[in-house]
């Protein structure tokens, strides 16, 4: 339960934490650097005593490995973390042993993360051991039946003897969240906790989480792709997106109000429970980028549906995305004069225009299949020095000269997103990076702050 006057428990300072920065064999053979993934990049995040903070965002966005570097399972290759005011690259051993005990991870698969071979009394009596807590067998024996009834395995005597196997999934679940409790933790960060289960169990496990949250006076994380989770649960939420968190704040006003558009696309793209309910287009386009080789300037802007024009633009915002896109796509070598023309009559300027100016949208967020696969140029308020720019490029694909037409389209359209990486600033209750909010908001936020 968030407190009325918060106390900062954790806080992270521009961390980062790179992967693959040795050369491995490939590399050494061909003499080149290696291309490490900045898998979290620049994070900073403040998580307050007794609150839930959600992070949020697709797979492979950097949330994991975020969770993992809040409890030491992975050092930071740059920033701090600090745990209740202490650098957690720079404890003493002791410092490390308590940190251990008052710092857990509860993992995604419950099957996983308990040992097959040890019965259910081992493995939740095993932290106790490791910690040197407890007055003997008997001692110990008790902390963990107490244990197994809070986390509502009951009576404890029935499971004690247990394997993991003769569990159910949930049941395995508690039995790790027992595991976590025994050593009466502060801080418990949990990676998809019940993501593996069966869907009409998952409930009952994440309000016992909420019931243990009171009770053991506990700070939790919740790492999570699924949003109706991270609303139901979480008091703050940061929303991940390649290594960077692009927007924090409440969960309330992050999920009714988003600042950020990738927020705003990762929210609309929730299905609705009502099916007569209006269903909304996560209006954005394309896959996730590589992380080895994230875009420059804003990592969002490829997909972004806000991407700013630059000054002096005449058409509307709408007209410039699509124009953008054109021009990635030349540039990219995306746009193949055969495909885009192998269901027109004939090979011309219109079709391949008709075909590089339509969204590319992910087919499980597009409504309707044919509008995004080609648009009528005429329908958009195209500047007419853009429609001549676009045309003079198509005519070069068309003559499959690909180098002469990307010569066209490189040095216009540009936008600032593309070339400045967005400071994050504060906007309404949430802090935010996006170009969007830097006239209104002034000076960037400073590192750590997000209330
Ligand atoms: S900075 Fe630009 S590209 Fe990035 S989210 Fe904001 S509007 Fe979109």
């Known amino acids: 339960m968030a407190s009325d006057d918060p106390e900062p428990i954790v806080e992270v300072q521009n961390v980062s934490k790179l992967f693959g920065t ?17 898998a979290v990049d620049g994070v900073d995040l403040t998580i307050n005593e007794g609150d ?15 969770g993992k570097l809040l409890v030491k399972l992975h050092e ?10 202490k650098d957690i690259s720079d404890l003493s051993k002791t410092e490390r042993n308590e940190f251990r005990q008052r710092v857990q991870m509860i993992f995604q698969d419950p099957f996983e993360s308990l040992n097959p071979r040890m019965t259910v009394f081992q493995s939740v009596m095993e932290p106790l051991k490791i910690n040197d807590i407890g007055a003997g067998y008997q001692d110990r024996r008790d902390r963990v039946k ?25 049941e395995r679940q508690r039995v790790a969240i027992a595991r976590a409790l025994i050593v009466n933790p502060d801080f418990i960060v949990c990676d998809e906790p019940v993501s593996m289960l069966d869907v009409s169990i998952r409930a009952g496990v994440l309000n016992l989480m909420k019931e243990l949250q009171d009770e053991y006076g506990l700070t939790y994380v919740f790492i999570s792709h699924d949003l109706s989770l991270i609303r139901y649960m979480c ?27 990738y927020t705003e696309a990762l929210f609309d793209a929730v299905p609705e ?18 992380p080895r080789n994230p875009p420059a300037g804003c990592r969002f802007h490829p997909r972004c549906s806000n991407i700013i024009p630059p000054e002096g633009w005449a058409g509307s915002q709408e007209a410039f995305r699509r124009v953008f896109q054109f021009k990635s796509r030349v540039l990219q070598d995306d746009l193949d004069p055969e495909e885009a023309t192998e269901n027109a009559a004939s090979e011309s300027t219109d079709a391949i225009l008709e075909r590089g100016l339509a969204l590319e949208l992910p087919e499980e967020h597009s409504l309707d299949a044919e509008a995004s696969r080609s648009i009528d ?64 908001a002034g000076e960037p936020v400073a590192p750590g702050v997000s209330d």
Request: glycine share 10%.
């Open 22 to 38: 040795t050369q491995g064999v490939t590399d050494r053979l061909l003499g080149r650097d290696p291309t490490p993934v900045r």
């Open 52 to 66: 839930i903070m959600g992070i949020a965002g697709e797979s492979g966005c950097g949330k994991t490995t975020l």
């Open 76 to 85: 930071a290759t740059h920033g701090t973390i600090e745990f209740d005011g």
């Open 146 to 170: 107490q244990v197994l009834n809070d986390v509502g395995l009951a009576p404890a005597e029935a499971y004690l003897d247990e394997f993991p196997k003769e569990l159910s999934g949930g």
């Open 235 to 261: 008091d703050r939420t940061a929303i991940m997106y390649l290594g960077n968190v692009i927007e924090q704040g409440p969960t309330s006003e992050v999920v009714m109000n988003p600042k950020h558009p």
């Open 273 to 290: 429970i009502d099916p007569e309910a209006e269903r909304h287009r996560a209006n954005v386009t394309g896959e996730v980028p590589d």
């Open 377 to 440: 140029p005429s329908v958009l308020d195209l500047p007419a020095d853009a429609e001549r720019t676009l045309r003079e490029a198509a005519e070069r694909l068309l003559e499959g000269d690909f180098e002469a037409a990307k010569a066209e389209v490189e040095d216009e359209f540009e936008s600032i997103c593309e070339r400045e990486n967005p400071a994050v600033r504060e906007a309404g209750t949430q802090v935010t990076a996006c170009h969007l909010y830097e006239e209104e």
